[in-house]
């Protein structure tokens, strides 16, 4: 309920929302578990094994209980925090892990068989029938034990990802990291100030209390009104620091879209990396419940979240409250309560010594040790020396003492300090490089202190970065120390939870040890106490104390679990954001990719390229009649294929053919100016690592081409090996690629179709194969290579860029009238499967240059990168598995890449494999299916009948091995 | 030669593809004329700088920073290397240097508006503010997924270069962090 007069929500302006399908209204400034709760909406959510009702346990990101659903189809968001969704027109909610609705819960069923589904309990039972875990118990126990679900469409919301840098990253904004902010910012320093709530002021705003005799929300509004004014300041709302990395790295995720009615193109999140000199961790600490029976009940909250709601959004969670605590905090908030007119039926303090109030109550040296009301509380049970009483309530605020939020100090592997006086891990100095702690989250818990320690904390901050540190005055503010009591959990029967979120008692933990989960980490998983989505913010310290008692050891001894990244829940869709659709990667478009599309011709993707498949036409059904078309064309007349995407890299200087010498297997540093030679290049392992032309320009000045694929590949292979091997040389390097338009030309026809759009004609004698040089088209400067990938007369023809759209529809144009025109990706392999050229499906990483025929490449005369590696015993074995060409000539005339060969009368089995196929096509030329493969000793196998067996696709087909050069094998037709 | 054909006529990287305007920011295509890589050989690259000043007088420019001239302008490119923009080369430089002619080879474009600082934010991992990446300085980083070179030419304009085939691509990220930072509102 509200109460009248308290609290900082815009009273003013009224928001509707719906839960569970029925409409409640809140205000500006609310949460949706204070809106809830303010609306007397006690239970929100079933807990995740037994399905037992539970209400909001906090008012901050440790929230354990109060998941639920925002949003429908694609943009459907589970397991949100209600206490972090932020209230607005529009919101849609609905609770989770319930069948058929959150009041009727079948599944709760679970509840009654608990002494059966204790820790362990899967592990145990469901072993065997061993199929039985896949097959039926994992899917049932999925569907039982769950948070809320995705909705399985895609999601349609917008994220983005984003940089920050800056000198101080400043982390929450309570007393501390105000303070902390101010000072740096006064120094100039470039700050950023990241607050994970809606609003600035940390505790300030949930408590009672003054600074500098003005409430503590005045006090931080003033101090963010002059951080807000200086330049060098950012100020970053909504924002979670979430992970710290290397190097002055943190992640940090900002809401922007969730506190708002949905709008196109607003982005639900972004994921922040930002990079800081130096950091102060101002996180503040989080309070511990104490476990006892039935402590999970709704209506049992934490204290200092009680206060927030009732300081903060005005709201009582309850009409007769009681507290339970072991530390003054728990008189905070009954006196707040009480003070605000909320009936306080009793302070129940485990100390003897606690002091006395006139307000409400007090039971010292009492505990609550049961809690009745199974929807929401009715009733608490209260145990003194002197007995057990009952006390009617329905809100029960506990107070279990302050875990400082160490979570990022621990992220680059340092654990924790255990404080015996605090009774609380304290973050390891210098835990991560640049980060100082300060305030709650360092262990000091009063206002006074949190002041000083930001102050003095942005004064470190400062004299690292080497700027002066301008004073700040301290303002006034209480100094109350704190003592808490020892009490974890509270003995007695029944059930005590530990771990909301998964459903953890003290008993599981104290099975854990029984049964010899003795370490901390073994405990974890076992019982899987601090493994749900709140990763047991509010269940860890208190879990291993439990375990701690268990076993016998101090808290220090026990140890914590492993801290790590993230520090509250990040989306996947925030980290990979921008990655969707046509964000996933760039797309290259060639210069002809518009008139290629015009032409109809679908896309294939080669590396980020997109080359066009086959150009169809008119009455054409298939891809392979295009296909078939192309080839003959390309055989009888006359083709024109885009090949710019081949990587293409410029190579300069004295040294450049020495260079090439060094990285080639052949010999370059002879090659003439005005002639072109086919090379092959080893990786250093000896293996062939991409082939292609390299043609000599000038005298220092070569151009080599690389296969599209492997274009970035080489440049940093040649970058390696000048920088590492070569530094000496005098030769650079530069890609090309993108400057020249190239364009295959070839057929029989090559020449004089050529000769039509030359502005100086070309002749056999002035332009043998291999000869390259400079010429001019249509009037435009252009290279001319006489080079084949198709065994036809080829030519390849280059003009700068600009200039390719309008050369490629001129040459289609010009090749159409002549009986010819594009040919595409398709047709190309099968020209280069009929003459045995190599792609990367036969070069594919594991073939050594005699593997593929090429051995007699490798220049005796000189030394090359990968020649020594390549000699390396068994790469040269006669029986290794070695290029061979394959033709069908048994019934199923199919041959299909990835199939393996085998004997003849082998059984086709792992044993008996002795070789693969790598490429295949319908050869229109030869009028058969062919295939390029690798089989054992096979050039020595020409003529043998083998058997390939396909065992995805179901085909078996026996096959001769021939030569891999299916086509004109003494290369006339190249040379006309 | 006969003249069956109609003459070739040149198309820009960005054709088609720009102007975009989000809110007060726009994207325009930049005119870079010639641009050639300028590559230094070990051991001469004393020889290297001369000719540069002869040439254009151009101070080969230090890492992250670029240099202006006589219509011309040099960026820093990558190790030992510079991309001179606006003039033909000056051929005294060919014998002391690789050069190769990249006017075809890059789409380049502005990115203006008040706001420009915080498309990039979105798009490149390095730090740009402009106390650390003032007026002149260039990096060559990533923009999305690209390799790309990206220079600060005013407090509220960018020079931004990707490889001429990744146009559409380059288009499409600004576009789409333009977008999101005006839905902000």
């Given at each position: 309920m509200r109460v009248p007069g308290k609290g900082l929500v815009e009273r003013s302006r009224v928001v509707p929302f719906r839960f569970d399908g029925v409409q409640y209204t809140g205000y500006e400034g609310d949460t949706l578990s204070s809106a809830l709760l303010a609306n007397d909406v006690r239970m929100v959510g079933r807990s995740f094994k037994y399905h037992r009702p539970r209400g909001i346990f906090t008012a901050g990101n440790e929230e354990p209980n109060a998941l639920v659903t925002v949003g429908v189809g694609g943009r459907q968001e589970p397991n949100v925090r209600a206490t972090m969704q932020e209230l607005h027109e529009g919101l849609e909610v609905r609770s989770q892990n319930r069948w058929p609705s959150l009041g009727l819960d079948l599944l709760s069923v679970n509840d009654l068989a608990a002494p059966f589904l204790g820790a362990g309990f899967y592990y145990k039972t469901?072993?065997?029938?061993?199929?039985?875990?896949?097959?039926l118990y994992e899917p049932a126990i999925r569907r039982a034990a769950g948070l809320g679900a995705l909705s399985g469409a895609s999601n349609t919301d917008v994220y983005e990802k984003a940089h920050a840098f800056c000198d101080v990253l400043v982390i929450g904004s309570g007393p501390a990291g105000l303070m902390a902010a101010l000072r740096a910012g006064r120094a100039g320093a470039d700050v950023i100030l990241a607050e994970e709530d809606s609003r600035f002021g940390g505790r300030l705003l949930a408590e009672e209390e003054a600074i500098d005799g003005q409430p503590g929300h005045q006090w931080a509004d003033d101090v963010v009104a002059e951080l807000r004014s200086m330049p060098n300041v950012r100020l970053m709302s909504r924002t979670s620091v979430t992970g710290a990395y290397d190097q002055g790295t943190y992640g940090a995720l900002e809401r922007v879209g969730h506190h708002r009615r949905r709008r196109p193109g607003l982005p639900l999140e972004c994921f922040w990396r930002i990079v800081t000199k130096q950091t102060v961790l101002a996180a503040g600490a989080l309070e511990r419940p104490v476990a006892f029976r039935n402590n999970d009940r709704p209506g049992i909250m934490m204290a200092g979240a009680m206060r927030a709601y009732l300081n903060r959004w005005g709201v009582s969670p309850g009409k007769a409250v009681t507290v339970f605590g072991t530390n003054d905090n728990a008189y905070r908030t009954a006196r707040d309560m009480a003070q605000a007119g909320i009936h306080v039926a009793a302070l129940i303090d485990s100390r003897h010594d606690g002091p006395s109030s006139d307000l409400f109550p007090v039971i010292r040296g009492a505990q609550v040790c049961d809690a009745q009301g199974r929807r929401g509380l009715e009733s608490i049970t209260v145990r003194r020396a002197s007995g057990e009483e009952r006390i009617q309530t329905d809100c029960l605020a506990v107070a279990g003492g302050w875990n400082p939020t160490v979570h990022l100090t621990c992220h680059m592997g340092a654990r924790p300090v255990w404080n015996d006086e605090l009774l609380a891990f304290v973050p390891k100095d210098d835990a991560v490089p640049g980060l100082i702690a300060a305030g709650a989250c360092n262990g000091v818990f009063s206002t006074d202190g949190c002041l000083r320690d930001g102050l003095a904390a942005a004064g470190r901050a400062l004299q690292a970065l080497e700027r002066s540190a301008p004073e700040v005055d301290l303002p006034e503010a209480e100094d109350a120390p704190y003592q808490p009591d020892r009490l974890w959990a509270v003995s007695g029967k029944g059930r005590a939870w530990l771990d909301f979120q998964n459903d953890v008692t003290v008993k599981d933990v104290a099975q854990a040890a029984r049964e010899n989960f003795r370490s901390v980490e073994h405990m974890k998983r076992y019982t899987?106490?601090?493994?749900?989505t709140d990763q047991g913010k509010n269940s860890n310290v208190a879990a291993l104390a439990v375990l701690a008692d268990a076993t016998g050891r101090d808290v220090a001894e026990t140890g914590t679990t492993t801290f790590r990244p993230p520090f509250t829940p990040v989306s996947i869709a925030a980290m990979g954001a921008g990655g969707q659709g046509d964000g996933f990667a760039p797309e290259r478009f060639t210069t002809s990719h518009a008139a290629s599309k015009e032409m109809g011709a679908p896309m294939i993707e080669a590396g980020l390229w997109y080359r066009p498949s086959y150009f169809p036409r008119n009455g054409e059904r298939t891809w392979r009649q295009s296909c078939d078309r192309e080839v003959n064309m390309v055989r009888q007349s006359v083709g024109v294929c885009d090949v710019s995407t081949l990587g293409k890299i410029d190579l300069q200087g004295p040294d450049a053919g020495a260079f090439l010498d060094l990285v080639y297997t052949g010999m370059f540093s002879t090659l003439k100016v005005g002639r072109t030679r086919y090379g092959l290049m080893l990786r250093e392992d000896g293996h062939v690592m991409d082939d292609g032309t390299t043609a000599r320009l000038g005298e220092n000045h070569f151009l080599m081409t690389t296969t599209t694929a492997a274009a970035g590949e080489v440049m940093r292979h040649l970058d390696f090996v000048h920088q590492c091997h070569a530094p000496q040389m005098k030769v650079r390097f530069a890609s090309v690629t993108e400057q020249w338009a190239q364009f295959a030309v070839a057929g029989p026809k090559a020449r004089d179709f050529l000769n039509l759009v030359l502005d100086e004609l070309v002749s056999n004698v002035d332009w043998p194969f291999m000869a390259c040089g400079p010429v001019s088209v249509l009037g435009v400067k252009a290279r001319l290579f006489r080079i084949s990938f198709s065994g036809e007369m080829g030519y390849e023809l280059a003009v700068p860029s600009r200039w390719g759209d309008s050369l490629f529809r001129a040459l289609v144009k010009e090749a159409e009238k002549m009986g010819g025109g594009a040919y595409g990706m398709e047709a190309l392999n099968v020209m280069r499967i009929e003459k045995g050229f190599i792609t990367h499906a036969e070069i594919h990483g594991r073939v050594t240059a005699f593997d593929i025929g090429?051995?007699?490449?490798?220049?005796?005369?000189k030394d090359c990168i990968g020649k020594r590696m390549s000699e390396r015993p068994g790469l040269m074995d006669q029986g290794r598995a070695r290029l061979v060409g394959l033709k069908p000539v048994g019934a199923v005339k199919m041959l299909t890449a990835g199939a393996h060969l085998y004997a003849r009368d082998a059984d086709p089995v792992r044993v008996n494999h002795q070789g693969y196929v790598t490429s295949n096509c319908y050869s229109p030329t030869l009028e058969s299916v062919i295939a390029l493969g690798f089989l054992h000793y096979g050039p020595e196998r020409i003529g043998e009948t083998v058997k390939m067996v396909d065992h995805v696709r179901g085909i078996e087909a026996l096959c001769e091995v021939v030569n891999p050069v299916f086509l004109d094998p003494e290369g006339g037709r190249v040379r006309g | 030669m006969a003249d069956p054909i109609a003459d070739l006529y040149a198309k820009t990287p960005c054709a088609g593809l720009l102007p975009v305007r989000v809110a007060n920011l726009t994207v325009t295509e930049v005119e870079m004329g010639v641009m050639t890589t300028l590559s230094l050989f070990h051991g001469t690259e004393a020889t290297a700088y001369k000719a540069l000043e002869d040439g254009h007088?151009?101070?080969?420019?230090?890492?992250?920073t670029t240099g202006q001239g006589d219509g011309a302008r040099i960026l820093w490119f990558g190790r030992g290397q510079a991309l001179l923009a606006g003039v033909t080369p000056d051929e005294c430089l060919a014998a002391h240097m690789a050069v190769a002619d990249q006017s075809d080879a890059w789409a380049a474009v502005h990115l203006t508006g008040d706001q420009a600082d915080d498309i990039l934010a979105r798009l490149v991992p390095i730090d740009l503010r402009e106390t650390v990446f003032p007026v002149g300085s260039t990096a060559r980083t990533q923009l999305m997924h690209m390799q790309a070179s990206i220079t600060r030419e005013a407090s509220d304009r960018f020079l931004i270069l990707v490889f001429r085939s990744m146009a559409a691509t380059l288009v499409h990220d600004l576009k789409s962090a333009m977008e999101a930072v005006a839905a902000r509102g």
């Open positions: 469901f072993m065997w029938p061993r199929a039985f875990w896949e097959k899987t106490q601090g493994m749900a090429m051995q007699r490449m490798v220049s005796q005369k | 007088g151009l101070r080969w420019p230090a890492p992250l």
